[in-house]
């Protein structure tokens, strides 16, 4: 069934770089949309991009352009979340979600309630 693991996290200073894994398995996931979420201490769930696997799209939210990159790893269903430039406000658990729908484009806003597949999550913190 499908199993989505992420991995990377760490502890590193404002201004440095982690990057986030997501291995998925058990679909061929053609179309769907890999998300990724993360949920700060005192803060609700926070979709932060996307990234559909026909390679029609991209999302970020507002705080994060121009410093998270989403990809894929080749045709492999490991996808990834490249974060640079990181501030201590990125502090969170961060989570990727699969919706198996087949997608053409992305959405212009991430629901959590729209992704049934979820990991465990991973802890990024940020140190100023």
């Known amino acids: 069934q499908v199993q989505l693991v992420e991995s990377g996290g760490g502890s590193v200073q404002a201004g440095g770089s982690l990057r986030l894994s997501c291995a998925a398995s058990?679909?061929?996931?053609?179309?769907?949309?890999i998300a990724w979420f993360r949920q700060a201490p005192g803060r609700q769930r926070e979709g932060v991009a996307v990234f559909n696997t026909g390679g029609d799209c991209t999302y970020y939210t507002d705080s994060v352009k121009g410093r998270f990159t989403v990809s894929r790893y080749n045709a492999e269903n490991t996808f990834y979340l490249e974060m640079n430039s990181l501030k201590p406000e990125d502090t969170a658990i961060y989570y990727c979600a699969a919706d198996l729908r087949r997608w053409v484009g992305c959405p212009s806003r991430l629901e959590a309630r729209d992704f049934p597949y979820w990991g465990q999550g991973t802890q990024v913190t940020v140190s100023s």
């Open positions: 058990g679909h061929t996931y053609s179309r769907s949309l």
